[in-house]
């Protein structure tokens, strides 16, 4: 079966740091693109950080430019998302993706979603 499945998210203080995870099963994370989206209560959800598995595209929201940082662990087949700086406006449940990057949608054309990680900021 071809899952993701997240973890690492919970609550923090603006200012701090989260790192979070995504582990896959049943499909190789290097063989496709990869990406993190979020989706804050109201709103639509967005593409935060993705990269290219192939070449050296990459794409990052602009309000986490500088504080999140996307990178994967081959061996283990997981994707991580490194936080820093939190701001309460990071606030959102956030979501990995494998897929094809494509910057006219979003960051990434998601052929797998995971389940989804809450992120709490407060101030």
């Known amino acids: 079966e071809v899952q993701l499945q997240a973890s690492g998210g919970g609550s923090v203080q603006a200012g701090g740091s989260l790192r979070i995870s995504c582990v896959a099963s049943?499909?190789?994370?290097?063989?496709?693109?990869i990406g993190w989206f979020r989706q804050a209560p109201g709103k639509e959800r967005e593409g935060v950080s993705c990269?290219?598995?192939?070449?050296?595209?990459?794409y990052d929201l602009d309000s986490v430019k500088g504080r999140f940082t996307i990178s994967s662990d081959n061996a283990k087949n997981t994707v991580y998302l490194q936080m820093n700086s939190l701001r309460p406006e990071d606030t959102a449940v956030y979501y990995c993706?494998?897929?094809?990057?494509?910057?006219?949608?979003?960051?990434?054309?998601?052929?797998?979603w995971g389940q989804g990680t809450q992120v709490t900021v407060s101030s």
């Open positions: 993706a494998a897929g094809i990057f494509d910057l006219d949608y979003d960051c990434l054309v998601p052929d797998v």
């Open positions: 049943g499909f190789r994370f290097d063989n496709y693109d």
């Open positions: 990269t290219s598995s192939s070449d050296d595209r990459s």
